[in-house]
């Protein structure tokens, strides 16, 4: 999380280890179906056509089948991830202390919608159903962390470290 | 059974309480940091590390620094607990515990003589020293039983569970015949946690008779409430007392084969519990021939991929044989027909880490726990506008009052309290009226709610009741799966209509359609998903029917928080002219200067996140809600420069 997006050339290469994997050790089972699928997205971020085709046709699933898990689950995604990941709890204490406001604060400063990711690939936005944390309400998961005790504010700052770090590497590049 | 069985195990222990006694009996001190999901959202990592820092800097390296699970007072978190024998105090929790805290706590209590009061939360026992959280007023009502190691031992660390009991109860049950121990739990009274509240006894005394092999044991961990977590915090904390209850039941009903169904939004509970069932598989207490027994019993780990659905038991089998999680019509009951179409048993998380207790302590001691009719403890998740919020558990038969008042110690910033969710999406709203009830199965579902997974959101004036409502049927409607038609399109007009009611734009006889379309959904769902969906609109319309009819008659929200009911306004008299807090923290510079000085919002910009009311000064406090919009005063025009 949080590295720069792959290259299509490094995405290629990942695929076939991938498509290696799955042929060599993914047990022929329907049971096996969504280990499968999650495996796939943990490695890419998201699910690439190639990979659900070639998990069905080892698996002997149709498509069909496949893309109706895949659809039907909320954690399955069809996008290539931005570089960083921005989910907004949207449970039950982050909604009474102002989830709504923080997804909103989020669109507004990314102009996009949940389940979008940025043209230039940096962010993508989604909400989560509950992650537990809901006495530090409201919260936001920024790569991975658990951020607690959000505001339209600290919307702002998250960005604003994100922004200051990429310079700095920017600079370093240089 | 085979006599070797307690034989092999007392080896298993004698070895962990040595080495538990060597950690916490030695003079030395020993650090204990929470680093469960909540411990690390608030930073307990970075207080692990600077615990860390601080004895690598004093050559101490040798004080261990144990991280464990949640105590359950997640709001004093990063949590921490010094025991230091040596200097005659008792163990130390202290609350809050920042990196720089815990530098000042290494030098002054961990290498030096002082337990620096003001950081901490309380002593463990009672003594004469230091105040005790045994003193507290909720300590008198709270009583941990699955609680009881969270937050004391290393979940990472088989060692300390078997040195605290731990798989004590799996001997017992082994060398018990299977119909003893369902016998015995029967006599307890274990009824599921899930929500339902099924008789636990019974489920498995069906799986046991019915014909089929291999007979497969499912844990339940698809905690999908959203404001419930206590399922997360035991597995993260104490995954081995879910585990020896899994392969008690196992025993029990004669299993082969196991799955622990965790929701990929836990991460780390995943994590645990795989290291937690690796070193079990290690010493022999699952996989083949438990402890040179003849039972065999083994767990996976399957990873619930976000479908609030696969809470359902049908729907949860569905999702581990590959298939989108729709539920099936019951009968046939999963303990006939379930996984690969075997017989099959679905327990709760809680449910199962009660077993190991009840085997161990007799059912008698289960029976003797509660107040009412219900048996044993409940685990709440308390959240929302609750001052201590965390993990609380309590004897069934508790009253919402003592909870909510005793243990959360009430509602923050002196507001008042309006209402009690329970029970998650398929719970419902309780008033002030409904706290003195008990809470156990039975009087929950009375009162309209339910017992659902022990999620308890507290309500303060400032919630909107319609607004909870909708929220509910928002996120049940999303996670309907569209199988059977009352659920997919009853639930759809239910939260249009209550859309409509939150924007001003509903009818009286609305309200008439509201209440018809739950009771037809209530009665023709397939799942409990479909039936208990309306309970957050019917127990709202129940107990809150004045907010529904404000908000369509006078288009007024009482809670002044539908947003498109609602504005902010900065009042011209009590705003000082000179600061300008609200205009730099406006997240949309919706703020601007107006005549005479006065700060005006432009209520074409504002996106109501309300910073402005937060930042603007105590001492002023010029910024106020207002609904009806009709009575939002005309924006003062921006001053001239001259």
Sequence with gaps: MGGSPPTPGEEREELAKFLDHVRASVAKERESLIPALQEAQRRFGYLPAEAMLAIGEHLGIPDMDVYSVVTFYNQFRLNPPGRHSIRVCMGTAC?????????????????????QTTPDREYDLDTVACVGCCTMAPVTVV???VQGKMSPTRVDGILLSHQIQKGKEAREEA | MSPNVSEAFARIRDTALARWRQTFESPNPVILVGTATCGRAAGAIETAAAFRQALTEAGRTDIPIIEVGCMGHCYAEPLVIITKPASGYPPIAYGYVTPEIARILTRDYVLGEDPSLEFILGALDTNEMIPSLKDLPRFAIETPVLLERCGFIDPENIEHAIARDAYAALVRALEMDPPAVIAEIGRAGLR?????GFPTAQKWEICRKAPGEPKYFICNADEGDPGAFMDRSILESDPHSVIEGMIIGAYAVGARYGYIYVRAEYPLAVERVKKALTQSRALGLIGEHILGSDFSFDIKVFEGSGAFVCGEETALIASIEGRPGLPKHRPPFPAHR??????????????????????????????????????????FALAGKIVNTGLTEVPMGTTLRE?????????????????????????????ETELDRPVDFESLREAGAMMGSGGMVVLDEDDCMVDVARYFLEFTQGESCGKCTPCRLGTKQMLEILTDITRGEAKMEDLNTLADLAEDIRSASLCNLGKTAPN???????????EYEAHIKEKRCP??????????YILPEKCERSCEACVGTCTVEAIYVGKKRVKVIDQSKCVKCGTCLEACPPQYNAIVKISPLSELPEALPPLEEK
């Excluded at chain 1, 909604?95 to 996009?112: E, N, P, S, T």
């Excluded at chain 2, 008042?405 to 969710?421: R, S």
Aim: proline fraction near 6%; charge should be positive.
């Design chain 2, 192 to 196: 599921g946690r899930g929500g339902a």
């Design chain 2, 559 to 568: 809670a002044k928080k539908c947003y498109h009911l609602m504005a902010y």
């Design chain 1, 95 to 115: 909604h009474v202390k102002g989830g709504q406001i923080i997804l909103d604060a989020w669109k507004r400063r990314l102009g996009i919608d949940r389940r």
């Design chain 2, 403 to 431: 909870i909510i008042f005793e243990i959360g110690n009430g509602i923050p910033k002196g507001k008042a309290f309006k209402a009690v969710q329970i029970g998650g999406p398929s719970g419902g709203c309780l008033p």
């Design chain 2, 338 to 379: 379930g996984l690969f179409g075997k017989p099959t048993v679905i327990n709760n998380v809680k449910t199962l880490a009660f077993v190991p207790r009840i085997i161990a302590q007799g059912a008698p001691w289960f029976t003797g726990i509660a107040k009412g009719n219900t048996t044993g403890t409940a685990v």
């Design chain 1, 143 to 145: 790569d991975g962390e």
């Design chain 2, 536 to 546: 957050p609109v019917l127990t709202t319309l129940r107990y809150f029917r004045g």
